[in-house]
Each structure stands twice: as C-alpha cells, then as structure tokens.
C-alpha cells in the first residue's frame, strides 16, 4: 500500500499568496513604528518616514529573495525547509539590519534630529563596538520578524500539501471503491450464468430442445439488459424488477409447474434507484433452495415498502421446510450469493445499508435487505 509523505509531497501555495503576505507583513512593520515613532515625538517625522520606506522596501526584496530560496527546497521534507528557513534568515535579518543603522545613523543623521539628539548620539557612537551592537541588537528582532513571516508561509505550504494528499487519497479510495463495486457487480453475471447453464445442459439433455431454445432467448435478453448499463450507476427499481422477472422467465422454462411469482410494488417506489442487479443472487437462492428442492408449487414474492428514509426491498419463498430449518438458512447464508449483496451494500452505503435473512417455522426463506432511499433525480 502506498503511504503519503506529506514532507516530501510538492506543492506551492502560489507566488501570488506568498507575495501579498510579503507585504502584508512589512506594511505591519511600517504601521507599528510609524505610530511608535509619532507617540515619541521624533523630529523630522517626514523623513524619518521616507527612511523607513526605503528599509521597508529593502526588506521585501530581501524576503522576497528568502522566498525564492525556499521554492528550490519545496520538494524536501518539512523538516528540511524550516532548517532552511531559520538559515536563511540570518543573512536576511543581518542585511537589512546593518542597512538600517546606515539610514539612520551613517547617512546624512543631521537632518533628522536637532542638536541635543546629535549630542547624544556622537556619544554613543564613541563607545567601542557601539555599531556593531546596534546591528547585532537591530539584527536580532529583524531576524524574528522574518521567520514570523517564514512561519506563515511554510505552515501555508504544509497545509496546502495535506489539502492535496488529502484530495488524492480520497480520488484512490473512490478508485478503489468503484473498483470493487465492479468487482461485485461483475462477479454476479458469470455465477447467474454458470447456474443458467447448468439448466440449459439439463433441457438439451433431456432433449427438450423448444424449452432450451426458449431459455436461451430469455437469457439472451437478460445479458443484452443487463449489460447495458454502467455497473457503477444506479437503477430505477422498475428496471431492477423488470430484470429479475426476466430471470425467473428463463427459470420458469426450467421448472414450469413449480415456480410462481408474485410482485408487490407500490408505483411510488417504482423510480427510487437501488443498486443493480442486487436483488439477482436473493432471487437465484430462492430458486436454489426453495424451488429446486420443492415437489410442489412455490411462490418467490417481490415487495417493496418506505420505511421513513429507507427502503425496505424483500425476496421471500415459501418453499418446504427442510429436515433442521435451519440448516436451510446456514447453506444460504454461507453462499457467494449473499455475502456478494453484503459486501455490495458495505461498499456502497456502509454502515447505511443491511441484508437480514430469516427461516419461517412453516418453511420458506426471507431475505430483507434494507437501504437508503434514493431518488431518482
């Protein structure tokens, strides 16, 4: 089974995304120590405020440069590019640091502040290392001010990688579910075949050739029918018991004096949509077990009913009862037949959908299955 790495998985949030949090980031900067610089009534507040638009724009091509660099590791793992962001940033913070003391401090300081501002800043540019100090102290809060905005941008990309494995990993599992269904729903044609088969060796032998002829026209109609359809896609009901009456048509060549049917339908559920062919191995095992081994007439029964926002559909016998009764519901129950209903109902409806069988004390076998109703849209 493949497993996703979402550390190693490939994605980009998009340049346009990583660009507006770029700015949005900086114009904060701005706002905070625009307002901090007003409430401290510096003087010179035009150009101090020209200054550090011209820091500001230096600091997005720097950050914007950061960015580039993490795109060259957006294939690595997540681990690998916070590594890389926390290295990266330490240049950054370091150059926009040093070109901030040079605006403020190198370039042309007297028109920014008066004289007893320029008294007091000679003096603590006369201390050893004073530059040095004040790059390292102004580098420092710049670096957290850039792996703040790397923070947001790697946790942007970790989410937009979960948000597409995500999307992958459910286009497999609905993959792997529609192939399943397929599975299934294919699995019933060549064991209802096998069966049919089975009868029309039996005709020829007993060399009934207008029933085998007959028999073989209904099961030519049956497959063009049933195989028409795409095996993922649901029925209308009505098609589903038209399909099944088509099988107990080429049933009834094999077992005329024994086989009756009877339908039970309301028009309203008529168009409700079931899986198809679900009702093919209920209807195969009552002429297994119920007419097949039955000396007298018996009556297979097809019903619907609403139960709230489910429907209830019902294949049921009234074959004989057999020696233990519930030997009968063991053999049924253990048969490819049922458990291909069960596992087509799991797959389908999960927990929603499922198939209840049941042995009368007067003989007979019942088969529920139970669904949500789904109509036809």
């Given at each position: 089974?493949r497993?996703?790495d979402?550390?190693h ?5 998009g340049?346009?995304v990583a660009?507006l949090?770029?700015l949005g980031?900086?114009?904060f900067?701005?706002?905070i ?11 010179a507040?035009d ?5 550090r638009?011209?820091v ?6 720097i ?6 660099l993490?795109?060259l590791?957006?294939?690595?793992a997540?681990s690998?590019?916070?590594i ?12 926009i640091?040093a ?5 403020f ?13 320029m008294?007091?800043?000679?003096e603590?540019?006369?201390?050893e ?24 941008y790697l946790?942007?990309?970790?989410a937009s990688?979960?948000?597409?494995v ?7 599992a609905?993959?792997a ?8 729903r294919?699995?019933v ?6 069966n049919?088969l089975?009868s029309?060796?039996t005709?020829?032998?007993?060399s009934?050739?207008?029933?085998a ?15 028409s359809g ?8 009505s098609?589903?018991?038209h ?6 048509d ?7 004096k024994?086989l009756?049917?009877e339908t ?6 008529m ?8 009702l ?5 095992n009552?002429?297994?077990h119920g007419v097949a ?18 429907l ?11 020696p ?6 063991s ?5 490819i ?10 797959t389908?409806?999960?927990?929603q959908?499922?198939l209840k069988t ?12 139970t669904?949500p109703?789904?109509?036809d849209?």
């Open positions: 089974m497993k996703f979402i550390g998985h490939k994605t980009s949030v340049q346009q660009i949090s770029i980031f900086w114009l900067y701005v706002i120590i625009t307002i901090r610089a007003a409430v401290s009534d510096w003087p507040q150009e101090l405020a020209l200054r638009v011209v500001t724009v230096l600091g997005i091509a950050t914007y440069l950061l960015y580039r993490l795109l590791f957006e294939d690595k997540l690998t590019r916070i890389t962001a926390f290295a990266g940033a330490i240049p950054c913070a370091i150059a640091g070109f901030n003391y040079y605006m401090n190198v370039y042309d300081p007297q028109s920014l502040f008066d004289e007893a501002h008294e007091k800043m000679r603590y540019m006369e201390k290392n004073y530059a040095l100090q004040a790059i390292v102290e102004d580098s420092v809060s710049r670096f957290f001010f850039i792996i703040s905005w790397a923070s947001l946790t942007l990309s970790y990688a979960v948000r597409t995500e999307r992958k990993a459910a286009r497999f609905q993959a579910q529609d192939a399943e269904l397929r599975s299934l294919y699995q044609n060549p064991h209802f075949l096998f049919t089975n029309l060796s005709l020829v032998m007993r009934q050739p207008e029933e002829e007959k028999m073989i026209l209904n099961l030519s109609k049956f497959y063009r029918t049933s195989l795409d095996p993922l896609e649901d029925v209308a009901l098609e589903e018991v399909l099944q009456n088509l099988y107990l080429i049933e009834a060549v094999r077992f005329p024994r009756k049917t039970h339908i309301p028009d309203a559920l168009d409700v949509l079931v899986p198809g062919l679900i093919q191995p209920l209807v195969e009552a002429i297994k081994h039955s000396k007298r007439p018996v009556t297979i029964t097809i019903s619907a009913v609403e139960e709230g926002d489910f209830k559909l019902t294949v049921a016998d009234d074959g004989e009862a057999r233990a009764t519930q030997a009968r519901s053999d049924q129950n253990s048969g037949g049922l458990a291909n209903v069960r596992d087509r109902l799991e389908r409806f999960g927990s959908a499922k049941r042995s009368p004390e007067t003989g007979g076998f019942v088969a529920e299955l669904m109703l789904l109509a849209i």
